[in-house]
């Protein structure tokens, strides 16, 4: 049996990634601390291995476990000579929670553990601080009401505002030991009425309740949506820290804090933090009092502040990147209670990537490797224009930058409704708390009254690449009446307000905004993450606005060019209509030729942005329904186009009704049925082509995509349909033109019969949308209603519409594309669809050898970080 805990100066685990696998992120961590000697409360962790027993042993602690816990007690009472239990010196400690990854506030931890009726009285003599000692009891008893016992935390605040009512006093600094001595006689009571026992007095009872606790909390509801929305597995557990307690609140040579070793908003090099003097760690982050900034520690503390700094050095060094700490310090001495990697924006991920490599900490592949590609969606997309009006109605803190705008809701649920009717919500919170997980989530953007830079809104915004202002104490919230008030302003539910996160400002009403600044630091990463990267990124896009926002995002050519959306606009959808619902040959062909101009010229804007650059053009592929006339005055005008009466029409629609459209006429089934259709779309691209050249702009290549083919007769007939046009084309003209016939495979058969497909394609796309579709079974379009249910009971790990199926779908597009290369080794192939753009997917694409991918505008940059990470991984 492996073992089970580990002192924080353990010899037996190097500091490899695998001790955090074991350990937990703090724990190894704590570790790692203790291990470059600094000041770390002496401890021990009991490893995620016991989580898995423990959910496996009925949720019990294994015997084992107690024994080897209380066997670690013993030293920890030996290196801090304080005894757990005792009646004259007491050991108290903490236990705290830490999983693989930080799930920052999601699981829980117990402070003070060790005091009872009598410790608590030895606490006071020793310290000869008796209120000290009653907050501190008081605290625990509080915690572990809560924590242990599931008594609702709001009713021990209750009775300490009543009790300071009645006294007439505001701040709990105010309440003097008497007063904890009421109050804790009221918790007990509170206590013993909520869970039908008194407050444990043994110390060890309260030491087993606690980690029970810890390990139950990583099954808590919050706990679970936060993996969810992170993808965390559940088998991985949470490790659990013992860890002699130290005291931030025993004067004022006391403090607690948090720093970040380098801003983590903006990504600058310099101290960046919070801290408040006489106060325990969770005042800190609890958003209770507001901290000052760490910089002024310089006066307070300069003794502190100094080694504050060298540690930070020493930890960046060690951990090659930015650190998150916790600290404190009792009697004017350092505690380092925990580092980690630090969370930080789109914006100061890439400044410190990059500043890094230059202070050649790390390398430019660690720098590609460390930056998440999703978050730069954050950095691509628009931040308010500076020349907007503005009516500025509150300020706050700039706790994660960005602008959003929204609709005012006071509750998570709100947030989640509003969400779920396609309606954009800014969640207004006097402070938020881990139940509010799911509504920041869904929210637009994040705005607190209460709370610092590191407040729990402030932290899990960053996370989440949310704007957030914090800490904006100018507004004053009313949650009965659905409100907030600033000076003059009153601001119901429902308004819209715009919050800045870059700036701290509150504004009336929807600002506008402007396009993001993509030099700098930023491009600096593409050209790197360009040298590194194999596959090819091109864009999917269909209109000359997308085309020339992909390509200066750096797209390599497009990848998916869908033709039925030309066809929306509102001038031509006539024709279209008429085209779809005309009887005759003789009228589809008229319809057709009035498309035909507007075809070929999209086509020459699209192709004089991507100059030079490949473009697949997909041949229709309407979703026939989409484009059908529904309203009365529609139906009256294709009538008159047509020379039809409206009865006429509305007939025509019904037999056009399909009952599944997804697997209906549609793809190539079209151009078998009406070829005048594919050689009016084939003739545009070559005429497009041909006025190319006569303007001298620098040609694309075009690549011919025939979609849905499943069989090879298909793809055989239409290529010769294309081959033919461009013979015409280049005979009318006189001119050579080169251009490339492939398909979409996207229907498992395709996959299958890819070596005789290939016979007649030059390259292949990987439609994974309808590939992803046609393989499941399962149409996009309803899956809505029960894939919640799928990732739910982990039948789905992820939605396959986002993250690519491996085993499946990615199995056959592995099968494809061996049998197509066999076939034609100089196949190209590619994938388009929303899998282009997600990491995970791309990752995939590359190892299964792929050519490109293709992606949304916005995504090319993402998918180009990702492409450069997925090589450097696979080299590994
Ligand atoms: P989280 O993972 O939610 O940050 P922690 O385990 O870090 O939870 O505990 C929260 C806070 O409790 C810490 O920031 C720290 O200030 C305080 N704390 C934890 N352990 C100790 C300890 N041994 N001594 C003093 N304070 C502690
Ligand atoms: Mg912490
Ligand atoms: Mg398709």
Known sequence: MSKLIYRFNNKELKNNINSKD??????????????????????????????????????????????????????????TKKKFGDLYNPLLISVRSGSRVSMPGMMDTILNLGLNDKTVIALRK???????AKDSYRRFIQMYGNVVLGIESHF?????????????????????????????????????????????????????????AVLLSWNSKRAKTYRKINYIPDHWGTAVNVQA??????????????????????GKKEIFGEYLINAQGEDVVAGTRTPENLLKMNKSMPKIFKELNFF??????????????????????????????????????????????????????????????????????????EKAEKEVIASGLPASPGAASGKVTFSAEEAEKLKEQLQDAILVRIETSPEDINGMHAAKGILTARGGMT?????????????????????????????????????????????????????????????????????????????????????NSETPADTKIARDFGAEGIGLCRTEHMFFNEKRIVSVRQMILSKTLEDRRLALKKILPYQKNDFFEIFKIMSGLPVTVRLLDPPLHEFLPKTDKDIADVAKELNMSNSDIKSRIVELHEQNPMLGHRGCRLGISFPEIYKMQCTAIFEALVECKRKNIKSVIPEIMIPLVSTTSEIQILKNLVDKTATEIQKKHSLKIKYYVGTMIELPRAAIRAKDIAKYADFFSFGTNDLTQTTFGISRDDSGKFLNDYVDNKIFNKDPFISIDERGVGELIRIATERGRLEKKALKLGICGEHGGDPASIEFCENAKLNYVSCSPYRVPIARLAAAQAYLKKKN
């Not at 959910?55 to 476990?65: F, G, L, M």
């Not at 020793?126 to 000290?132: A, E, K, L, Q, V």
């Not at 990059?354 to 590609?373: N, T």
């Not at 914090?470 to 949650?479: A, P």
Request: aromatic content about 8%; overall charge positive.
């Open 312 to 385: 930070f050095s020493k930890l960046e060094k060690k951990y090659k990147d930015m650190q998150d700490i916790e600290f404190t310090v009792e009697n004017n001495k350092l505690w380092m209670l925990q580092t980690r990697s630090g969370k930080r924006t789109a914006k100061a991920a890439i400044k410190i990537a990059v500043d890094m490599v230059k202070e050649k900490l790390i390398s430019i592949k660690e720098a590609i490797l460390r930056i998440d590609p999703n978050i730069l969606d954050t950095l691509l997309h628009p931040t308010l224009d």
């Open 156 to 212: 021990f605040e209750e009775l300490i505002e009543n009790y300071k009512l009645t006294k007439g006093v505001i701040q709990d600094t105010e309440l003097e030991e008497d007063d904890w001595d009421g109050l804790i006689q009221n918790f007990k009571d509170l206590i013993k009425e909520k869970a039908k026992k008194n407050f444990p007095q043994d110390v060890y009872e309260q030491l087993w309740g606690a980690i029970h």
């Open 22 to 79: 074991i350990l937990g992120g703090k724990g190894a961590n704590l570790a790692l601390m203790a291990k470059l000697k600094l000041p770390v409360p002496p401890g021990f962790t009991i490893s995620t291995k016991v989580c898995e027993y423990f959910y496996k042993n009925n949720k019990k602690i294994s015997n084992k476990v107690i024994q080897q816990t209380k066997e670690e007690i013993k030293i920890i009472e030996k290196i």
């Open 455 to 539: 407040s729990h809104a402030a932290v899990v915004a960053r996370g989440m690449g949310k704007p957030c202002v914090s800490g904006s104490s100018e507004i004053k919230i009313d949650y009965e009446k659905k409100e907030f008030k600033s000076g003059e302003y009153i601001i119901k539910e429902g308004q819209i307000i715009t919050i800045d996160g870059g700036s701290g400002k509150i504004m009336l009403g929807k600002v506008p905004t402007v396009k993001p600044d993509i030099s700098g630091d930023f491009s600096k990463v593409m050209v790197w993450a360009d040298q590194i990267r194999k596959l090819k990124v091109r864009t």
């Open 245 to 266: 307690m130290v005291f931030g609140n025993m004067g004022n040579d006391c403090a607690t804090g948090v720093a970040f070793t380098r801003n983590p908003s903006t």
């Open 126 to 132: 020793i310290t000869s601080n008796g209120r000290f």
